[in-house]
């Protein structure tokens, strides 16, 4: 069975800061990776997916995340963050051609001003 | 992507009582899924909710637990039954294969239940 880890589970930023969340995952196949958001009050978004292809991914308000398969991670970066991604992040795992999503634990960002 | 709503979108309930969850898609998919989210925890998937025949549950949750039902292609139901406060939790439909053809999940807004 697939499990995700994800390292960071509180970080703090000010805004214009850099960020890197990290993700890695156990599966041995191959897999489709997914980041999910969930803003204060709001339900679980679509942050961005990998499937296959350029293994540099880039999502909605400026995100992207890599994957790098000889060390099965998918993190998530951005070049400057704004007070308005403060929110939780989720790393997801799915089986290529199956349904079942695992979630990683979570990633609480607080951006400062 | 669909627009998918919970009902309730929260409640509070007694020990040893049911609650039954909807979940409405404005849009046929092919797949529904129900989440659980335990307080300070991830989301784990409960159980496959499959159109037409009973659903496929994850290893630790029973139909006779959390029987879902599916009649169409837009709406699947989620019973807690026989509560107690241990099944506090938020509870997460999700959705995939819209008519688009995507094979991505979306989510609903889930329903907050507190057990007393």
């Known amino acids: 069975a697939q499990s995700v880890s994800q390292h960071n589970h509180h970080v703090i930023l000010s805004e214009a800061a850099s960020l890197e969340l990290g993700c890695n995952y156990s599966?041995?196949?191959?897999?489709?990776l997914f980041w999910y958001v969930q803003y204060p009050g709001q339900h679980l978004q679509l942050l961005l997916k990998?499937?296959?292809?350029?293994?540099l991914v880039k999502g909605i308000k400026g995100f992207e995340a890599e994957f790098i398969k000889s060390k099965f991670s998918f993190n998530l970066r951005k070049p400057s963050v704004q007070w308005s991604d403060t929110a939780e992040y989720f790393c997801?795992?799915?089986?290529?051609?199956?349904?079942?999503?695992?979630f990683g634990t979570g990633t609480q960002l607080k951006v400062e001003l | 992507s669909a627009v998918i709503s919970q009902k309730p979108s929260r409640d509070i309930c007694q020990r040893g009582t049911s609650l039954t969850i909807q979940c409405q898609v404005d849009s046929q998919v092919t797949m529904m899924f129900w989440y659980r989210q335990q307080p300070g925890q991830s989301l784990t998937l409960i159980a496959t909710?499959?159109?037409?025949?009973?659903?496929?549950?994850e290893s630790g949750f029973v139909i006779d637990k959390f029987p879902i039902s599916r009649p169409n292609l837009t709406f699947s139901t989620l019973t807690v039954s026989n509560m107690s406060p241990e099944d506090s939790s938020i509870y997460l439909c999700?959705?995939?294969?819209?008519?688009?053809?995507?094979?991505?999940?979306?989510f609903g807004p889930g329903t907050r239940l507190t057990v007393l």
């Open positions: 599966y041995g196949g191959t897999v489709n």
């Open positions: 999700s959705v995939e294969g819209l008519v688009m053809g995507t094979d991505t999940q979306y």
């Open positions: 909710a499959n159109q037409g025949s009973e659903a496929t549950y």
């Open positions: 990998y499937f296959s292809g350029d293994p």
């Open positions: 997801a795992v799915r089986p290529g051609g199956g349904n079942k999503l695992t």
